[in-house]
């Protein structure tokens, strides 16, 4: 049997049976629904895409996969030039994976290596040098990462995440310190931990699955200059922010992070941890100690790498920005002025509008209330939100709010 994600086993009710999928609407046997979620914030060109599904066919016409270990092929290599040139500075190596949560296990691994093969080779040259200032040598091991935080279910990922609501069954472990969305908050970090802050790990602008919880980008600046000023590696999680979701491209177009994480939205069942010059060089060296010894098996699988080029020549063509911008133009205007005494909060940013309820007995029904609406909704805690594909028409977009409103509006 199938053993679901996020749910008791015992208790779930039943899952809704696609047939088909076309543009932003799934089928099951006996309802056509909106999807307003992008299955889990991915799917941003909508489904059976006439271009992606004729990518992925040809490619499949050649070989469906080959490892990177010792091979390489045409798909990886164009993809890898591809970002190199989509994203900004010098975010330049990209290692390839097969999911955002070990993208982000790819990125902690990187930042905690970085700073042992810099001790090593501090090492050796104090040695070569006869120098003897072992004080100055420290191995930093310390994360810093924020309140409420998800950057996924792999063990590392967990560790940095800080939602007990996916991993109470897991110890918190020291070496991580978790601080809110405040720049006094983060300005003390630093002050008190910076000679043990190996790197600082955020999901930039948007916190996704720990609240769709909005921060404002003068926050991430400051961690950039306080990130340069003591030598801290900054890390982007953008596996769900990434390719518009806030209502920039990147948030890395704002401020530069050390390493970027994406995944999601470059389709394909695909994540790649993308590293700047900077961390890249402490890596490669005459050393085989300091390689970065990781290997996913999918790990720039080619029909993955075909999809995510084809999706991002598509995101740059039908400028989705502009589609973007309309998504959230009109989430605004349909919601912004939505109350009702058990709202809390809505918020809206780019492409995602959440509705944050006082009690989350409040949304107990709504899945279900929606889907015989013809919307598909997967509201969770106390968050009623829709991430929509970018595709999306006005028409379904507000028929996505009218329906959350009208389960207030209903008594």
């Known amino acids: 049997m199938i053993w679901y994600p996020y749910e008791q086993m015992k208790t779930m009710k039943a899952p809704y049976k696609i047939e088909d999928a076309n543009g932003v609407y799934l089928y099951t046997k006996d309802q056509k629904l909106i999807d307003s979620v992008s299955s889990w914030w ?7 895409h006439p271009e992606l599904t004729a990518a992925i066919q040809e490619q499949a016409g050649k070989f469906c996969h080959v490892m990177l270990g010792g091979l390489t092929h045409d798909p990886v290599q164009k993809l890898s030039a591809k970002l190199e040139e989509f994203l900004p500075g010098d975010l330049n190596y990209c290692f390839f994976s097969d999911s955002g949560s070990v993208g982000v296990e790819v990125a902690l691994k990187m930042a905690l290596q970085y700073n042992t093969n810099r001790l090593d ?19 930093r091991t310390m994360v810093l ?52 802050l190996n790197c600082f790990i955020v999901e930039p602008l948007l916190q996704g699955a720990g609240g769709m919880r909005m921060y404002d980008i003068s926050f991430l600046k400051r961690a950039r200059e306080l990130c340069d000023e003591y030598d801290v590696l900054l890390i982007f999680d953008e596996v769900a922010t990434g390719f518009g979701r806030t209502g920039h491209r990147f948030v890395a177009d704002l401020v530069l992070p050390d390493i970027l994480v994406l995944g999601k939205a470059l ?54 920005m502009s589609k973007i911008a309309r998504i959230e133009a009109i989430s605004k205007r349909e919601m912004l002025g939505f109350t009702d005494p058990r709202i809390r909060e809505v918020r809206v940013m780019g492409g995602c509008t959440c509705g944050e309820v006082d009690d989350e007995a409040t949304l107990e029904g709504f899945q279900q209330f929606a889907y015989d609406r013809g919307v598909f909704s997967r509201p969770f805690l106390k968050y009623m939100y829709s991430m929509v594909p970018y595709v999306i028409g006005e028409e379904e977009l507000v028929r996505i709010f009218d329906v959350m409103k009208e389960w207030f509006r209903r008594g």
Do not use: W
């Open 42 to 48: 991915c799917m941003i060109h909508g489904y059976k």
């Open 145 to 196: 990462a924020l309140e409420h935080a998800y950057h996924g279910d792999t063990f590392k990922a967990m560790e940095v995440g800080d939602d007990e609501d996916y991993h109470f069954a897991f110890d918190k472990k020291e070496g991580v310190v978790h601080i809110p969305t405040e720049i006094p908050a983060l300005e003390e970090a630093f002050a008190k931990y910076h000679d043990r």
């Open 267 to 320: 389709t394909g069942g695909h994540a790649v941890t993308v590293a700047n010059e900077k961390v890249f060089r402490a890596f490669y060296s005459d050393n085989d100690r300091h390689a970065l010894m990781h290997g996913p098996t999918f790990m720039g699988n080619a029909l993955a790498c075909a999809a995510a080029l084809k999706g991002i020549e598509i995101f740059e063509r039908e400028d989705y």
């Open 121 to 139: 080779d501090r090492r050796l040259v104090m040695q070569l040098d006869n120098a003897h200032h072992g004080s100055e040598l420290k191995k």
